[in-house]
C-alpha cells in the first residue's frame, strides 16, 4: 500500500509500501477495540474493557507483532482520507495518525503514539466530524474509536461526548458499562497528554505537531491544509 511521503521517515530498508496491508479487517475480530483502547487510551482500564468488549484481543498478534503494518483508512471528503498505521518496527513501534491530502500529495502526521509521543492531533469537534462524513453508523462507530486515542480536548469533558462514544461502542457489539469507559476517555487522565485547551485549530501542548510553537510544530502550509481538511 503506497503512502506518498510516509516512507521518506524511515531508512532505505524499510520498504513501507510493502509492509502497509488494509487492516480493517481486524476491525471485526473480537477484543480489537478493548486492545486497541488498552494499548493506546486506557492502559489502567483492563478489566473493564475486557468486560464491556467480552474479549481482551490478545488473539490479535498481527495488530502490533507483526511484520505487516496494518492501515485503516477513514475518507475526509474531496479524495483526502486519514489514515491510522501500525508501525511495527523493531524497537521503534508506534501508532502514527496521518492526514492523506488528496492528489496524491505526501501525507502529513498529526499524532505519533510510541514511546516519544506527539500530539493531540484532533480536537473533540474535529473528531465528531470526521466520524460525521463516514457513509453508514457502522463505519462512523468505528471512526470515533478508531481515532479516539489520537484526540485531546477539554471540550470532550461533558455529558454528550460521554454518550456518544458510549452508543459508538454498542453499535460495535459493547455490552454493560458503555458508560463509565467513555467517561474514563473523555477524562484528563487518558494515556500520553489528557486533555488540552484549543483554539483555532491549535491545541495547546508541547508535543503537538498542530501547535506552531512545538518542538514537533508542522510547517505552516501543512498546519494550514490540515486545519482544512479537519473543518468542522
Known amino acids: 500500500m503506497l503512502i506518498p511521503g510516509y516512507q521518506d521517515r524511515f531508512s532505505e530498508d524499510v520498504n513501507v509500501t510493502a509492509r502497509a496491508v488494509d487492516g480493517w479487517h481486524l476491525a471485526a475480530r473480537p477484543g480489537f477495540w478493548a486492545q ?3 494499548e ?4 489502567d482500564e483492563d478489566d473493564l474493557l475486557s468486560e464491556v468488549w467480552g474479549a481482551t484481543g490478545d488473539d490479535l498478534d498481527e495488530l502490533f507483532d507483526s511484520e505487516a503494518w496494518p492501515v485503516l483508512r477513514v475518507g475526509l471528503g474531496g479524495g483526502a482520507e486519514l489514515a491510522v498505521v501500525f508501525r511495527n518496527l523493531h524497537e521503534d513501534g508506534g501508532v502514527d495518525f496521518l ?3 488528496s492528489g496524491g500529495r505526501d501525507a502529513i502526521e498529526i499524532a505519533g503514539l510510541d514511546g516519544h509521543q506527539t500530539g493531540p492531533g484532533l480536537s473533540w469537534a474535529e473528531l465528531v466530524a470526521v466520524a460525521g462524513r463516514q457513509h453508514n453508523p457502522v463505519r462512523r462507530a468505528q471512526t470515533l474509536m ?3 486515542p489520537a484526540f485531546g480536548d477539554e471540550a470532550a469533558e461533558n455529558p454528550d461526548a460521554v454518550a456518544l462514544l458510549a452508543e459508538a461502542m454498542r453499535t460495535l457489539g459493547a455490552n454493560g458499562d458503555t458508560e463509565r469507559v ?3 476517555a473523555v477524562s484528563d487522565e487518558v494515556h500520553f497528554w489528557g486533555h488540552v485547551p484549543w483554539a483555532a485549530g491549535v491545541p495547546a501542548s508541547e508535543y503537538a505537531p498542530r501547535n506552531p510553537d512545538s518542538v514537533f510544530a508542522l510547517p505552516e502550509a501543512s498546519r494550514r491544509l490540515v486545519t482544512e481538511l479537519l473543518m468542522p
Open 146 to 148: 478508531l481515532l479516539a
Open 182 to 184: 467513555a467517561m474514563a
Open 99 to 101: 492526514v492523506l491530502p
Open 40 to 43: 493506546l487510551l486506557l492502559p
Open 36 to 38: 486497541y483502547w488498552r
